[in-house]
C-alpha cells in the first residue's frame, strides 16, 4: 500500500512535469529552450568578445608594420616625430588589446561537448 509520505513524493513529480504528458511535453520543450537559449547567449558574448580582441589585435600590429617602415626611412627628421606619435599609438593600441576579457565557456562542464566540433 501506498503511504501518505509515497503521495508527497508523486505530488512533487507531478508538479514539476505536469498531470498529463501533453502539459509536459510543453514544460520540457519551454525548459530546453530556455537552455539553448542561454547557451547562445553565452556563445554570442563569446564570439563578440573575440571579434573585440581581433579588432585591438589587427591594430597593434598594424602600428608595428608601420614603425618598421619608419625605421628604415628615419633619416629624415620630420618622420622622428611620426614615429614617436606611432610609438605613442602603439602603447595605447597594447593598452586596449590587454583590457579586453574573452570569456571561456567550458562546454563539456555544461554537456555540450559537440560545441568544439
Do not use: C
Not at 608594420?65 to 629624415?76: M, Q, R, S, T, V
Request: hydrophobic share 40%; aromatic share 8%; charged share 35%.
Amino acid at each position: 500500500m501506498a503511504k501518505n509520505k509515497d503521495m508527497k513524493l508523486k505530488r512533487t513529480i507531478e508538479n514539476d512535469y505536469g498531470s498529463s504528458p501533453e502539459e509536459g511535453f510543453k514544460i520540457g520543450t519551454r525548459e530546453t529552450r530556455a537552455q539553448y537559449r542561454a547557451m547562445l547567449s553565452m556563445y554570442k558574448e563569446q564570439t563578440n568578445a573575440l571579434i573585440a580582441k581581433h579588432d585591438e589585435e589587427f591594430e597593434v600590429v598594424l602600428l608595428q608594420a608601420k614603425l618598421e617602415l619608419l625605421g628604415d626611412l628615419i633619416e629624415l627628421s620630420a618622420l622622428k616625430s611620426e614615429k614617436e606619435k606611432l610609438e605613442a599609438d602603439l602603447s595605447l593600441a597594447q593598452a586596449k588589446m590587454a583590457d579586453v576579457r574573452v570569456p571561456d565557456i567550458d562546454w563539456f562542464k555544461l554537456g555540450e561537448a559537440y560545441m568544439y566540433d
